[in-house]
């Protein structure tokens, strides 16, 4: 299966309660806040296994190296970490952050980073998932548009309901 990522609308305050709870609560507590919006597809995106390479196509840096205060980073990664283990992480970005990340994302020409994209760099620093060079670089090209595409969508509906957000990256 791999490591996917999703994206999920959560209202601010929710946020807050998760961030109170000790490490023995904290999962629970996760999965019931989440089941709440699951049904909702306007609420939530999954970009599967692109997470990292978007990240690098967008910061020229790894997710697992994210720059701290940049929105774009903060796009993929979030802006804190809720909890992290072996499994997963989940992470999250307040209402107030969403704006500014929204912002952000609008202003990136991704047909010009799609066009500059070589698979090449990317197995050379280690991107999530292997194997890009093996990989149709056109199919890899209008997965990571549509990919880009779809999250700069949500982060604007997310913003339009003033809401935050929770980022899982789980296997």
């Known amino acids: 299966m791999g490591m996917i990522a999703s994206y999920q609308m ?3 305050p929710k946020i807050g309660q998760l961030l109170s709870k000790d490490e023995d609560d904290i999962y629970g507590e996760i999965d019931a ?5 699951q049904d909702d597809p306007d609420e939530v995106i999954d ?3 692109l997470w990292d390479g978007l990240h690098f196509l967008l910061t020229g840096v790894s997710a697992c190296e994210p720059t701290e205060g940049d929105p774009i980073s903060e796009a993929i990664v ?6 992290e283990d072996e499994d997963e992480t989940f992470a999250y970005v ?5 704006s500014a990340i929204a912002e952000a994302l609008n202003g990136i020409d991704i047909d010009a980073l799609i066009e500059g994209f070589q698979p090449e760099k990317f197995e050379q620093n280690g991107i999530y998932p292997n194997g890009w060079q093996d990989e149709d670089k056109e199919e890899l090209q209008r997965s990571l548009k549509e990919c880009f595409m779809g ?3 949500f982060y604007d509906m997310t913003a339009d309901k003033k809401k935050g957000i929770i980022i899982s990256v789980c296997y």
């Open 10 to 12: 959560i209202d601010d």
């Open 33 to 37: 806040v989440l089941e709440e919006t």
């Open 47 to 49: 970009i599967d296994k």
């Open 78 to 83: 979030g802006t804190a970490k809720i909890i």
């Open 94 to 98: 307040r209402r107030e952050r969403v």
């Open 151 to 153: 999250l700069k969508k």
